[in-house]
């Protein structure tokens, strides 16, 4: 039997294996162990594919050329690939290794280990630890493993996978994929049009340049976007999610937050969600869609516009750079074309199709209606409290004390001694103990004096009211039309400049009407009024009133009881009312109404042309000319010595001029 044998081949495959086992002979010593170099750890391999092994130490390992194998085991080894499909083992320990040239594997297992896969298509593999991944050029698998990872692809289109924990993945140039898994990842494309995937944590996935597609998966995700082509997608229940962009934006669905980033004046849109669009410093146009938008405005905005804001659901947060109050807001904000505009910190806010008295503090979450309230203590001395802009307490203790609360709702308290409390809120409360001192309210809105406080001073020129409380007050109004009330108690109240209203209460009760033209009204009780230069109208009520009208053309009323009227300068009517009145009409032509027949009717001589108007028998008094009759009772009229010009009424009157040019009119 013959065999055809191939000597050519057979002396070929002869000599590539002497050649192998040289090289092999080469990098083992007499034990048939690696060649030791200068350094009992150091381990160098061949040209060919050299497999490797380190021990317990720290190694440092160089396969040079080929596929070597290499296997660090326990320390901190260093292995350097060198050219060759390499495949490195770290073991245990913060191993350090260099693929080099070629498609090389590297595992590091435990320790934190750094992993540089160099030139060729190369697959990283962290292992446990806090591994740092560096993929180099080439396609490149990067796998991080547990423990926070930092993993870069490098150039070419890589993939990365962070694994558990916090992992940093940066896939460099190239079109990569990233994929986070769980934990808070950072996942950074870089150039190229990449593919991120947080997956499970609170990722922050930043495309980088090109056409990203950004997949945040479950948690707060934050997407980073910079071209208008970018996709960005998250499903419905995986978290609250925010999109910070540098170019126009609209979120997408299952997406909440959008914050507009950069100086650029570009614009912002949510959806149907209840979505927080924050613009940059540049002039933004947003509009919040569907649901209850909240738009967030920081320092350095430029003037934006919202479209579709709605009072009963939106809001505007700015207090971030708001110290003042919601009402201090208002003051700033204007309407224009039927749109509000808001000033605040240099920029504006254009609220297209609201009008500003539909908002109130309930668009403005952190915004404080009022501010912060503070307590202010005096002690047994002579104070002068004063509150801040919030609903304030004061406490003035023993002494004379000056309590001024400021803005907003304060409580005052005294205490003992003749207290002056400042008063310019509606809300401001005074609180006084009886016995306490001759108190002293000073008011610039409509006040009403609080128990055991004796004395209210209205102050500027605004119409505002004062009114006492049941004890005997002091009232002064300001240069405004004051409305005072005595109320109970025997009141002294001043009306000063301004058409004033005053009234006195059920006591004796002096009013002094002051400048302009004032009504005075005694009330119960014996009344002191007096007028001034306007034209006056005092009511004296029930009780014996006296009353003095002043300069103007005043009109007097007695009202009920034995009141005693005096007209004083000017054209006066003068109506004692019912029982005995004594009428003194002064200087001008003054009118006098009679109705009880022991009214009496006082005039000097040369004080006017006078008139008394009489529903009763009537004689006219010295220097009175006019007599006119009233009602439809058969009444007697007779003159005096005057000139006499008298007027009968509807019934059967006898008139007698009396001596005198007189003139006689039956009616």
Request: proline share 1%; net charge negative.
């Amino acid at each position: 039997m013959f065999w055809n044998f191939n000597f050519g081949s057979f002396f070929s495959s002869f000599n590539s294996y002497v050649r192998n086992l040289i090289e092999t002979i080469k990098a083992r010593n007499d034990d048939g162990q690696p060649e030791q170099a200068a350094s009992p750890n150091e381990i160098n391999g061949s040209r060919g594919n050299d497999k490797l092994n380190g021990d317990e130490a720290d190694n440092q390992m160089s396969g040079g050329a080929g596929h070597d194998r290499m296997y660090g085991r326990d320390g901190e080894d260093n292995m350097d690939g060198g050219s060759g499909n390499d495949r490195m083992y770290g073991g245990n320990g913060a191993d350090t290794m260099a693929g080099g040239s070629g498609h090389d594997k590297m595992y590091g297992d435990a320790g934190d280990d750094k992993l540089d896969g160099g030139a060729g298509n190369d697959h990283l593999s962290g292992g446990d630890g806090k591994d740092t991944l560096i993929g180099g050029t080439g396609h490149d698998k990067l796998y991080g493993g547990d423990g926070a990872d930092t993993l870069n692809g490098g150039s070419g289109n890589d993939k990365l996978y962070g694994g558990d924990d916090n992992d940093i993945l940066q896939g460099g140039a190239g079109n990569d994929r990233l994929t986070g898994d769980a934990g808070n990842d950072t996942l950074e494309g870089g150039s190229g049009n990449d593919n991120l995937s947080g997956g499970r944590g609170d990722d922050m996935l930043d495309g980088g340049e090109g056409r990203d597609r950004m997949y945040g998966g479950a948690g707060d995700d934050t997407f980073i976007v910079d071209n208008v082509r970018d996709r960005v997608s998250e499903r419905k229940g995986e978290g609250t999610d925010t999109v910070e962009s540098s170019v126009d934006w609209s979120l997408q669905n299952n997406i909440e937050n959008l914050t507009l980033t950069g100086n650029a004046d570009i614009d912002g849109k949510g959806t149907s969600q209840d979505n927080v669009l924050t613009g940059n410093t540049g002039d933004n146009v947003l509009t919040g869609g569907r649901g209850n938008d909240t738009f967030v405005f920081n320092s350095g905005f430029g003037d934006d516009t919202v479209t579709d804001f709605a009072v009963a659901d939106d809001k505007i947060d700015v207090s971030g750079i708001w110290q003042g109050t919601f009402g201090e807001l208002m003051d700033a904000a204007t309407e224009s074309g039927g749109s509000t505009v808001i000033s605040v910190d240099g920029g504006t806010i254009t609220l297209n199709g609201v009008a500003k008295a539909d908002l109130s503090i309930a668009n403005f979450p952190g915004i404080p209606e009022k501010p912060a309230a503070v307590e202010v203590n005096g002690d047994d001395g002579d104070n002068t409290l004063v509150g801040g802009e919030g609903d304030d307490t004061l406490n003035g203790g023993a002494g004379d004390d000056r309590l001024d609360g400021g803005e907003g709702a304060d409580q005052m308290n005294g205490g003992t001694g003749d207290d002056t409390y400042i008063v310019d809120d509606a809300g401001d409360s005074v609180t006084e103990l009886a016995g306490e001192g001759d108190d002293t309210v000073q008011a610039s809105v409509s006040a009403t004096l609080d128990a055991n406080v004796e004395n209210l001073v209205l102050s500027g020129d605004a119409d505002i009211d004062g009114a006492g409380n049941a004890g005997s007050n002091e009232i002064t109004g300001n240069t405004g039309a004051n409305v005072l009330t005595g109320n109970g108690g025997g009141d002294v109240i001043f009306g000063g400049a301004g058409d004033d209203t005053l009234t006195g209460g059920d006591q004796f009760d002096m009013l002094y009407g002051g400048a302009d033209a004032d009504t005075l009204n005694g009330g119960a009780g014996g009344d002191h009024l007096q007028g001034d230069s306007g034209n006056d109208i005092l009511n004296g009520g029930a009780g014996n009133d006296w009353m003095l009208g002043g300069k103007g053309n005043d009109t007097l009323n007695g009202g009920a009881n034995r009141d005693t009227l005096q007209g004083n300068a000017g054209d006066d009517i003068l109506d004692g009312g019912a029982d005995n009145d004594t009428m003194i009409g002064g200087a001008g032509n003054d009118t006098y109404v009679v109705d009880v027949a022991q009214d009496k009717v006082i005039e000097s001589a040369e004080d006017g042309i006078d008139t008394v108007q009489s529903s009763l028998d009537w004689t006219l008094g010295d220097n009175v000319e006019n007599l006119e009759l009233t009602g439809a009772g058969d009444l007697t009229g007779i003159g005096n010595g005057e000139n006499n010009t008298i007027s009968g009424n509807d019934g059967a009157n006898k008139l007698d001029g009396g001596t005198g040019n007189d003139t006689l009119t039956g009616g």
